[in-house]
């Protein structure tokens, strides 16, 4: 558990890292990233939510999936 703690925290040190040179390079806002993740959330959500209606709903084993 100790090592999973270690390495989110690495990957948020990395991540708050590179937004702020996104930032300041112009590149890219917080808001647009907030937005972006936002999206993505939705889409990965809906995508999740497809491959486990799919097979609980599955009709014919091979059949396939429309990822």
Do not use: C
């Not at 040179?21 to 939510?49: F, H, M, N, P, V």
């Amino acid at each position: 558990m100790a090592d999973l703690r270690e390495d989110a925290y690495r990957m948020e040190l990395l991540l708050t890292a590179m937004v702020d040179l996104l930032e300041e390079k112009g590149i890219l806002t917080r808001e647009e990233l907030l937005q972006s993740a936002q999206e993505t959330d939705q889409e990965l959500t809906r995508l999740l939510g497809d491959l486990v209606l799919d097979s609980f709903y599955k009709k014919d084993e091979n059949e396939k999936p429309p990822w």
